[in-house]
T-cell receptor
């Protein structure tokens, strides 16, 4: 069982609100990732981090921002939510070794109305 | 362009039957290939991971094969169960960057009927 947790699991919020999606892992992994996934579609990388104070944009442009102040914590923030942000957001982590697997959280299903 | 293509897009089988899912990739330089199972509304869970030198790897009723020359992989599910209903995602990692980029297929949606 992977020790990576996301909260909340589901979130319905009004347009213009600021939201933060939480992701924490207890495995001591250096690398952490945020993916966005629409129903029936593939996962798209939106942010990643190599370690503390390291954050990079992924392949899919996103208006969200991330921070990595602690190894175990990688929150994602949307300053002003819009209906186009409605999606599933998945957090993952892996250690530094190249052949290791990535462990995924359960995901946050975000709906902006 | 690095891509991962999976087929079929969806599949329905009866409980107890076997099935095989396909994955073709163009990711280079290749590092490893993983198969994940994703239940609806949940995060992907790893089934197998194979490196360049591995041809076959099993995990219970799941057997994955890899042909690095043709850049093809398959996931064979034996004696399917209702709980196998899920999306199966092929993920290929490159070794050309520090990140070890993960390239995801769109998945095969498997439905097992009683």
């Amino acid at each position: 069982e992977a020790d990576i947790y996301q909260t909340p699991r589901y979130l319905v919020i009004g347009t213009g609100k600021k939201i933060t999606l939480e992701c924490s892992q207890t495995m001591g992994h250096d690398k952490m990732y945020w993916y966005q996934q629409d129903p029936g579609m593939e996962l798209h990388l939106i942010h990643y981090s190599y370690g503390v104070n390291s954050t990079e944009k992924g392949d899919l442009s996103s208006e969200s921002t991330v921070s990595r102040i602690r190894t175990e914590h990688f929150p994602l923030t949307l300053e002003s939510a819009r209906p186009s942000h409605t999606s599933q957001y998945l957090c993952a982590s892996s250690d530094t070794a190249g052949s290791t697997e990535a462990f995924f959280g359960q995901g946050t299903r975000l709906t902006v109305v | 362009k690095n891509q991962v293509e999976q087929s079929p897009q969806s599949l329905i089988i009866l409980e107890g039957k076997n099935c095989t899912l396909q994955c073709n990739y163009t990711v280079s330089p290749f590092s490893n290939l993983r198969w994940y199972k994703q239940d609806t509304g949940r995060g992907p869970v790893s089934l197998t991971i194979m490196t360049f030198s591995e041809n076959t790897k099993s995990n219970g009723r799941y057997t994955a094969t890899l042909d690095a020359d043709t850049k093809q992989s398959s996931l064979h599910i034996t004696a399917s169960q209702l709980s196998d209903s899920a999306s199966y995602i092929c993920v290929v990692s490159d070794r050309g960057s520090t990140l070890g980029r993960l390239y995801f297929g769109r998945g095969t949606q498997l439905t097992v009927w009683p």
